[in-house]
Each structure stands twice: as structure tokens, then as C-alpha cells.
């Protein structure tokens, strides 16, 4: 794993990027059929929210839908459910991969409902 070029980019950005109580890190993990994300406080080590294409909230509205779309509804429904939780700032965490397609698409949805980062 270490050797892999995604590796490196992980661990590169896991030293600047760091999930404190005022800004929790929006870690986002892309497989080639789903995508996850979660809102981590790093200083308790606990994962306080997470959403994902497998999510119950979404598994109806997701039929026929691209990729890119689908990634679009991550995001808001983990900005909403964050909301919920009074959780406005977060530091994005794109987890080694390129800022491009359904990662960006998932942080433009949780930008649009709400996220700052």
C-alpha cells in the first residue's frame, strides 16, 4: 500500500490536514462503485457522521443516476446531517485522490448545502 501513488498523496495531505472540535475533517474514500464520507474528530479518534452511496436515505433516489451525480447527493446529505449536528466548518479531506470528478462533485454538493471549508 505503501508503495502506491495514492499512498503517498494520502500521507502528504494527512500532515497538514488535521480534524480538531472547531474543525472537523470531511474524509471522503472513492471504490470504483461507491463513494464514502465521514466527519472525523481526530483528537478523540471517532467518527461522528458518515454517508455514502449505500446509505438508507439514499438507495432510492440513486436508480439511474451517474456517478457524479450520485457523489453530488453524498455530499449534501452528510452537509444536512451535519447541520443536525450544529457542525458548520469542516477541513476536507480528499484522502489521496485528485480533486476531480466525484470527489469534487461531493464537495460541491456539501458546499452546496451548507459545509464550509
Known sequence: MLDSGRAKRKLRI??????????????VF???RHIYAQIVDDTKGSTLL???TQSKELRDKLAGLKKIDEAKL???LIAELAKAKEIRNVVFDRNGFIYHGRVQALAEGAREAGLQF
Open 14 to 27: 494527512r500532515k497538514k490536514v488535521l480534524g480538531t472540535p472547531d474543525r472537523l475533517r470531511l474524509s
Open 50 to 52: 458518515s454517508a455514502s
Open 74 to 76: 453524498v455530499g449534501k
Open 30 to 32: 472513492r471504490s470504483a
